[in-house]
C-alpha cells in the first residue's frame, strides 16, 4: 500500500488493521473471478467479519469516491467480482453463519458468505431441501448466487435462486440498510426490491444476510441415463419428457464432442455407445418417482433413445454424475484456451440452435462443445481454441452465437450474468429504452455509481461489439 | 366535461373522439375499485383499444402534466385503482386478445385487458395450466392481476402471479416502451424489471402485453374437507399437512362465524357438524394424487378433524367449493359495513394469529370473521358492524391487526396490494429507509411522479395512521 492512501487508513481506523490486507498476495488472488476479465488491482481488500463492516466499508468508501467491488467466492465466468477499474475489494466469505433452519416455516437464514454446498448438507440434515445447484456449489457461497441469481441442474423442475429467497439485509452504496421482503410465503407490500436485489450482481447493494425458502426434501430420487445416436434426436427427446408433464428434475444433454472428453478423462463413466446423451433426474414419493421414471424410459426409448441406463444404487448415480462434473476439466484440457457461455433459447428452438452451434463451429473451425441444461434450453457453448491467432475467429464465433440465440427469441445468459464479459452484446437483445431505466434505477440507488462501477449495464451511447 | 380542458381535448385529437368518453356516467363508474376508498371524479376516460393507445394517453397526459389511473376491472381492493386526485382514467378492459398459446414452449402471450377466468378457460382446452386463482377470475384482468400480484388458493401449491411472469411490454409515463424479461424459463441478463413492475400496482408503468409462463395441466384433482371443533385443533392440522410434504395444492380455512355464515346462505354446502373447517385439493397423476389423499386424510384425523370428507365426483367437489364462493356475499349480508383485510403471517404462527385476532374481537366487540389460504399463513380477516359509532372501534381492531401481524414477522398484504387503504401503514413493516428506495425507484420510472399518484407509498415524512 502507498501509506498516503487515505482512504485505505480510514478503513484501518474504521474497521481495524486486521480487517484490511492491502498484500501484494491478497490484492492479486482477489482482483479476478474464474472469467477471463482483464483486471487490475484492487487497493486492498477489506474482510468483513461482521455485517457491521459492510456498512463502514461502503461508507467509508464513499466518503473518499472510492469504488467498491463486493465478492463471494470469485466462482463467477463473467467478471461480476473482476476488479476492472481502481478499487476496493469487499470479502463477504467471512460472512458465514448459518443463522437459523426453521423446520416450521421452512425458512433458513444465512450470511453471504456460507457456502451453497454447505448450506445444502446442513438443511438436508433437516429433511429439507434447497434446490438450486450451480456447478460450483462445493466451494461457491449462497450470497454470489443470488447476486447472480444461479441456476444448476435441478432448475429444470425447481427453478433458480431467485425463486427461494425471501428477503434480506442489504446495505448500499448510500448506507441504507434495507430490510427487504418478508419471512412468509406470500407479500406484496410495496414494491419487490428483493427481486430487484437478486441478479443485481453487487451493482446494487452489498447483501449482509439472506432469508431462503426451503422445500421438503425429496424421499426419493431416481436417475437415468439415455443415449442417442445423434444430437437431434436427443433434442426431439427432450420436448417428448417435458410433453408428458413427466417433471424431470433435471434433464442435461452431453453433445458428442463432450462425451469424447469425458471418455478420455474417466473412461468409465459413459457407455462405449454413447455418442450423445441425456442424463435425467426424477424426485419424489417412490411409488409416483417410479411410475414417472418408467413413463420417461418409454418416452426416451420412443423417440430414438438407443439405450437408457438407470442407476441401480447410490454408487451407480454417482457414476453417473461424475461424467457431468469432469466435463469442465475434461474440455480445458483439451485446449490452451476455453470460452464458456451460456445462452438459453425457448425450448422448442432447441433442435435449430443446436444446429446453428455446428454450422458456425464448422465455419470458423473453432471447437464448440456443447452440453448443459437441455430441459430449460440453456446451454452451455465452450469455445475450445490453442493457436492465439484464431481469437478474431473466436470473435466472430461468439458475435454469430449471440445473434442466432437473439433471432430465437432467447437470451445472452440463463445463469452466469452478465458482469464484463457479456455487457458490451448487451444491445443484442435490450432496447437503449430498458437500458436506460436500468441505468436511471442503479442511479437511484447508487448515485455516484461507485457499487461495482462498469459491471452489467453498457457505458451510455455504446453501441456494442 | 369543461369544453376547455385541454388535456381531454389534446387526447380526442391523439387518439379520435371515440376513445375518450367524459360522461357523468363512465366517469362516476370507473372513478373506484371493489374498495371503500374514498374517491374522486376524473376528468374522463380513455378506453384503449390497442397498445399504441397506451402510449398516446400517457404521452399527452405527460406533456400536460395531469395524472393517469391505469385500471382493469377495478376490483381490487385497497384502491389501486381508485381516483384519488385530479386524473384521467385509462381503461385497459378492451386489450383484450390472447395473442397465443404456444404449446412447444408454455408461454402464452396475452393482452391485460383479458378476463383472468378467459385465460384460464383459454390453457386449459390446450391441455395448459395458469395457476394463479383469485376469488373474482370470472371478472378480473390479468393485467389488474400482474399489477397487484394476485395469488389465490393454488398459491398454496404453484405460487402467485409472480411466478408465471416470464416479460411483458409496458409503457412508462415518460413514453418509454419496455420490452422487459424473456420467453425462455431461465434468463439473467440485466435488473429484473419484469419483477419490479409486477405488483408496482400500476405505478411505474402500463402494461400493453405480458408474457405468460403455463405448465401442464394436472391430470386429477381431489377435494377433501374436514371438520374441526376448534380453530386450534385445525392450525394445527394444517402445519402438519404441511410437514409431511403432501403438497395440497389448496389449505383453505374457514372458521366458525364463517361456517355458520354459509350453512345460512347455501344450507347444504357444509355438513352440519361443521363448526371450523378446511378445504383441501390434490392435484396430480391419479394414482399420485389417490396416495396423498390417503395420507392427508389419515394426517387431519391424527390431528383432531372430526370428519373427513372426501368429494366423489365433480358435482361434489362443485358442492364443496360453493361453500368458500358463497362466503363473502354471506359475510356482506351479515352487516351494514364491511372491511376485509388480508394479512400473512408464518404459518407456525398461524395459531396464534387466530387467537389474537379472537381476542381483538372480544375487546373491541366488532365481528371478525376469518377465513383464508391456511397453507400459506394468509387470512382474511374482515369486520363486520352496522352501527356508524363503532367506527373508531373498528379502526382501533384494525391497527392491533396489524400490529399483531408484524410482531408475529407477518406482512399486511398477502395478495390484496396496499393501494391508498394500507398506505399509511407502511410504516409498520418497512423502514423510511425501504421507503426512501422505492420512492427513489419511483421518481427514476416516473419523475414528475403522474402514474397513479398516491398509491403503495406515503408521502415522505408521513408517521402512520
Redesign the interface.
Known amino acids: 500500500m502507498r501509506r498516503d492512501d487515505r482512504c485505505v487508513l480510514a478503513l484501518e481506523r474504521a474497521l481495524g488493521a486486521s480487517k484490511v490486507d492491502d498484500s501484494d498476495e491478497r490484492r492479486a488472488q482477489l482482483s479476478r473471478d474464474e472469467s477471463e476479465t482483464d483486471c487490475v488491482l484492487p487497493r486492498a481488500v477489506v474482510i468483513a467479519r461482521e455485517s457491521a463492516d459492510v456498512r463502514e466499508a461502503l461508507r467509508v468508501c464513499e466518503e473518499h469516491g472510492v469504488a467498491v467491488v463486493p465478492r463471494g467466492a470469485g466462482t463467477g465466468r463473467t467478471g461480476g467480482a473482476a476488479v476492472v477499474v481502481d478499487s476496493i475489494v469487499l470479502d463477504t466469505t467471512a460472512l458465514c453463519d448459518v443463522k437459523d433452519i426453521?423446520?416450521?416455516?421452512?425458512?433458513v437464514i444465512v450470511e453471504p458468505g456460507v457456502v451453497t454446498g454447505a448450506l445444502h448438507a446442513a438443511v438436508e440434515r433437516e429433511g429439507l431441501f434447497f434446490p438450486p445447484d450451480p456447478q460450483s456449489a462445493a466451494w461457491c457461497t449462497i450470497g454470489g448466487n443470488v447476486a447472480?441469481?444461479a441456476?444448476g441442474p435441478r432448475?429444470?423442475r425447481y427453478g433458480?435462486t431467485?425463486?427461494y429467497v425471501l428477503g434480506m439485509r442489504a446495505v448500499?452504496m448510500s448506507g441504507?440498510?434495507?430490510?427487504?421482503g418478508?419471512?412468509?410465503?406470500?407479500?406484496?407490500?410495496?414494491?419487490?426490491?428483493t427481486?430487484?436485489m437478486?441478479?443485481?450482481e453487487g451493482t446494487?447493494a452489498v447483501f449482509t444476510e439472506l432469508w431462503l425458502r426451503v422445500?421438503?426434501k425429496p424421499?426419493t430420487v431416481r436417475t437415468l441415463l439415455a443415449t442417442f445416436a445423434s444430437i437431434t434426436d436427443a433434442g426431439r427427446a427432450v420436448?417428448a419428457i417435458?410433453?408428458k408433464?413427466i417433471f424431470a428434475r433435471c434433464i442435461e444433454l452431453l453433445d458428442s464432442y463432450c462425451c469424447d472428453a469425458i471418455r478420455d478423462a474417466a473412461p468409465s463413466a459413459l457407455p462405449p455407445n454413447a455418442s450423445v446423451a441425456l442424463l435425467i433426474e426424477i424426485d419424489?414419493?417412490p411409488?409416483?418417482c417410479d411410475?414417472?421414471c418408467e413413463r420417461a424410459g418409454e418416452t426416451l426409448t420412443n423417440h430414438g433413445a438407443i439405450d437408457v441406463f438407470a442407476a441401480q444404487h447410490e454408487g451407480e448415480r454417482e457414476r453417473l454424475w461424475s461424467a457431468r462434473s469432469v466435463l469442465s476439466r475434461a474440455l480445458r484440457a483439451r485446449a490452451r484456451f476455453k470460452l464458456s457461455e451460456d445462452i438459453?433459447?425457448?425450448?422448442?428452438k432447441l433442435a435449430a440452435m443446436l444446429d446453428d452451434v455446428r454450422a458456425i463451429a464448422e465455419r470458423e473451425q473453432i471447437a464448440m462443445p456443447t452440453y448443459g441444461?437441455a430441459g430449460?434450453?440453456?446451454l452451455h457453448v465452450n469455445l475450445l481454441w490453442s493457436d492465439p491467432s484464431l481469437r478474431p475467429a473466436v470473435d466472430r464465433a461468439v458475435r454469430a452465437l449471440f445473434e442466432r440465440t437473439i433471432a430465437h427469441?432467447?437470451?445472452?445468459?440463463?445463469?452466469?450474468?452478465?458482469g464484463v464479459l457479456?455487457r458490451d452484446w448487451?444491445h443484442l437483445?435490450?432496447?437503449p429504452?430498458?437500458?436506460?431505466?436500468?441505468r436511471?434505477?442503479?442511479?437511484?440507488?447508487d448515485p455516484r455509481g461507485l457499487l461495482n462501477p462498469h459491471k452489467?449495464?453498457p457505458a451510455p451511447g455504446h453501441r456494442g461489439c
Chains 1, 2 share one sequence.
Open positions: 426453521d423446520r416450521d416455516d421452512n425458512i447472480e441469481n441456476g432448475a429444470h433458480v431467485r425463486d448500499t441504507a440498510e434495507l430490510t427487504l418478508r419471512r412468509t410465503p406470500k407479500g406484496v407490500t410495496g414494491y419487490d426490491l427481486s430487484l437478486v441478479g443485481s446494487l422445500i421438503p424421499a420436448t417435458v410433453r408433464g419424489g414419493d411409488e409416483d411410475a414417472r438459453v433459447v425457448p425450448r422448442s441444461h430449460d434450453g440453456n427469441g432467447g437470451t445472452l445468459s440463463g445463469e452466469h450474468g452478465i457479456k448487451m437483445e435490450q432496447s429504452a430498458v437500458l436506460d431505466a436500468q436511471a434505477i442503479k442511479r437511484a440507488l452489467v449495464l
